[in-house]
């Protein structure tokens, strides 16, 4: 018998089984909830004291049917039944102690005993004792339904049997035996044994029979439609139109699914089976349970129209048949006409809905399913944990290249699975994806080191860690104001060496652990020697050839060895530089602190810079800097005018000039290279300042010193401008010269 069925008549059995005169049984509402009816049934059985009179027992008896419907009726949870079953058993040992204290006081004495059995106290208890199992055994039945294993069903089910068995014996109730027998056609139906219970229903509609008003006549009737429906005793045929009740409702939709169920062995009865199930759906009466047993009979369904319904099982018979796109287009078209009811859970067909996605490799549709469900705080755990897997399987397999939103969400949904699943058998490689998304080193190795089966991964969680120390030591070295990162690189080193022999040959790491070397390796000679070997070998990408680059010119800068870099240089520059060589050089040079080094590098380099000229540019200027420090200054000074005529709109070539022609005492050329500069220049530029004093100093120690004066005029104009640093030395230039009251500022 159908769940709902049995709910919806168990209100009519609570009161018509055993009211008698008692109208405070027939007035009292069921509860309102599981809650209410606990509470209400822990009040009845504290009122059941030692001194209460047996007439509270009866009472208690009858009442204590309303606190079971409440429970019955409202969807119960399993804890919540086995507490109201304590209940009902607490209730059934009071009973039995108040009897066997009657008992007792009688004694031994056979006149007292006879008139304890004749007595209306003896009679109120014997009804409470019969009362009491019989509501425990409908909460037994009511058990058995929320339990999935089968072993455990059957035992629940057989308790209540025993327990409507003990009830349907009370020859002296009829409520309780019509009660004890309607309860084993309901056992009989749990059981699988609809021709038992459809034996038991017709026994006691031949009990009822000379009661006609009964009001179990039409229930037992109803059953006995619905169990004769299922068990496909159904009249094909078509069904009348107009509205429809609730009890109609249930016997059409048991017709029609007994009428697909014969369809599957005679190939008849499906269309009549459709316009019984449409009229059910069009009327509203849906629930979890139809949907079951669409889905069930999707095959049967496909072809015939029963509403929104239609496209569900469409979508499921095109699912189980992988044809995924189809499925897709179904379960959109279902959820785009269906009309939402509060009493469906339509989380698994979502799920459904998103998995097709994914077998239909729409990745992206299937994550924003999947993660939408999950927005629901009610999601069924089985669901729920499906449905974060889903999530982050579909994230992760992502076809196409991956932009920043994308790879936030796979990351989003790896984490999202590992902190709910942590020991699922794919955990592992979710932490691995999270590793290799988040740009938190810390995040990442924690993800890396909770790995519980790394040699699955197949050396992926080793190349890893290696690529984000990598990564660490990139970012570092890149830094030009911090020391060099020695201990990173030793962490780097020691996880290069732990990476698969197929992994450490791979150049890009081969160029990044030498890099590390560079700076952290002891022998810094067996670096140098590495760094030929692999260069010899070839087949090195321009990202590994510009690691090896850097990672010698740090080993050399660790030698300390001038002439080894040096020929280097001269080596490297015979075969032609590439602009990327160039880059990595030329700080090198920059930064040393030798004048002597810095010239003898230029002039290996600038031959071959012709067609690198913004590069040609910055090593003039390091060779005429070098010349200057050295104080070859007429070296220094043609090397600046070739300077300054091969780049005659270059700044720094006119400043260098300048410089030099004042150290080869060329004032006049000096004064006009920085009269250019400060033309072509801005007073808010330290530049124009440099070059207005010198103008001043080169000029008052002429034979024109008041030559001086008419720059010293223009400085004034500026001196809101004048840099703080340098008032001091303009004050001091002014107190050597004489002029006057020329002075503007």
């Not at 004749?118 to 009491?132: E, H, K, T």
């Amino acid at each position: 018998m159908t769940d709902c069925v049995v709910r919806y008549r168990s209100r009519i059995l609570a009161v018509l089984l055993l009211a008698s005169a008692h109208a405070a049984v027939l007035e009292a509402a069921v509860p309102s909830s599981p809650a209410d009816a606990i509470a209400q049934g822990q009040q009845l059985l504290s009122s059941l004291t030692d001194t209460a009179p047996t007439s509270r027992y009866v009472q208690v008896g009858r009442e204590f049917g309303q606190v079971v419907d409440g429970v019955r009726q409202g969807s119960a949870s399993l804890e919540q039944l086995m507490t109201m079953r304590d209940v009902t058993r607490r209730l059934r040992e009071r009973a039995t102690a108040r009897l066997k204290a009657a008992e007792a006081q009688a004694g031994e004495n056979e006149g007292a005993l006879e008139s304890l059995y004749r007595s209306i106290a003896w009679d109120d208890l014997s009804f409470a004792l019969a009362a009491f199992p019989y509501w425990g055994a409908w909460i037994d039945l009511e058990i058995s339904k929320r339990i999935k294993s089968a072993d455990e069903k059957r035992k629940w089910v057989w308790e209540a049997k025993k327990g409507f068995r003990a009830t349907s014996v009370q020859v002296f109730r009829p409520s309780l035996i019509y009660g004890g027998w309607l309860g084993l056609g309901y056992v009989a139906a749990a059981e699988g044994s609809n021709d038992r219970a459809i034996e038991i229903f017709e026994s006691l509609q031949r009990s009822l029979g000379d009661d006609p008003n009964h009001p179990l006549t039409d229930v037992v009737a109803l059953e006995l439609r619905l169990l004769r429906a299922k068990s496909g005793q159904v009249k094909s045929g078509p069904v009348g139109s107009g509205r429809i009740d609730e009890t109609e409702a249930k016997l059409l939709r048991a017709e029609a699914f007994a009428l697909f169920e014969q369809y599957r062995t005679t190939q008849s009865g499906a269309r009549e089976a459709a316009d019984r199930l449409r009229r059910v759906i069009q009327a509203g009466y849906i629930d979890d349970e139809l949907i079951a047993l669409i889905l069930k009979y999707r095959v049967e369904i496909v072809a015939h129209d029963i509403g929104p319904y239609t496209a569900l099982a469409g979508a499921e018979y095109a699912f189980e048949n992988e044809h995924y796109f189809d499925a897709v287009r179904k379960y959109k078209e279902f959820f785009a006409t269906v009309e939402f009811r509060g009493n469906v859970d339509y989380d698994r067909i979502r799920y459904r809905h998103a998995l097709a996605a994914y077998k239909a490799k729409l990745n992206d549709d299937a994550a924003l399913i999947a993660e939408s469900l999950l927005r629901n705080k009610k999601l069924d755990p089985e669901t729920k944990k499906a449905a974060v897997k889903l999530a982050y399987v579909a994230r992760a397999t992502r076809k196409g290249k991956p932009t920043a939103s994308s790879r936030a969400a796979m990351q989003k949904a790896a984490e999202r699975f590992v902190t709910a699943y942590p020991n699922d058998a794919d955990a592992d490689g979710a932490r691995l994806r999270v590793a290799q998304a988040t740009t938190s080193s810390s995040k990442a190795f924690y993800m890396l080191n909770s790995v519980q089966k790394p040699a699955k991964l197949q050396g992926s969680v080793q190349q890893t860690k290696f690529y984000i120390l990598a990564r660490d030591f990139s970012t570092a070295i890149r830094k030009t104001d911090g020391d060099p990162p020695v201990a990173l690189a030793s962490r780097g080193i020691a996880e290069f060496r732990k990476l698969p022999n197929k992994q450490q040959r791979i150049p890009e790491n081969k160029a990044i652990a030498i890099q590390m070397r560079a700076i952290a390796d002891s022998k810094p000679a067996e670096v140098l020697a590495a760094i030929d070997a692999i260069e010899q070998a070839g087949g090195l990408s321009i990202s590994a050839r510009q690691g090896m680059l850097w990672a010698r010119l740090k080993t050399l800068e660790r030698l300390g060895d001038d002439s080894a870099f040096l020929a280097f240089l001269e080596q490297t520059a015979s075969g032609g530089l590439e602009g990327w060589q160039l880059e990595q050089i030329y700080p090198t040079i920059k930064a040393s602190d030798s004048a002597d080094i810095r010239l003898a590098a230029a002039q290996k380099l600038l031959p071959g810079l012709v067609s690198e000229p913004a590069m040609e540019r910055r090593f003039r200027i390091i060779l005429v800097e070098a010349l200057l420090e050295l104080e070859r200054y007429a070296e220094a000074y043609d090397a600046a005018k070739a300077f300054r005529e091969a780049y005659p709109k270059a700044g720094d070539a006119y400043r260098l000039f300048a410089l030099a022609a004042e150290k080869t005492e060329r004032e006049l050329e000096a004064d006009r290279a920085w009269k250019i500069i400060t033309e072509r220049s801005d007073p808010r530029r330290e530049i124009w300042w440099e070059g207005m004093l010198r103008r001043i100093e080169i000029r008052a120690g002429s034979t024109r010193p008041e030559a001086a004066c008419d720059v010293l005029v223009e400085v004034d104009s500026r001196v809101e401008l004048m840099p703080p640093a340098l008032k001091s030395q303009v004050e001091a230039l002014r107190g050597s010269l004489s002029c006057g009251d020329r002075r503007t500022g």
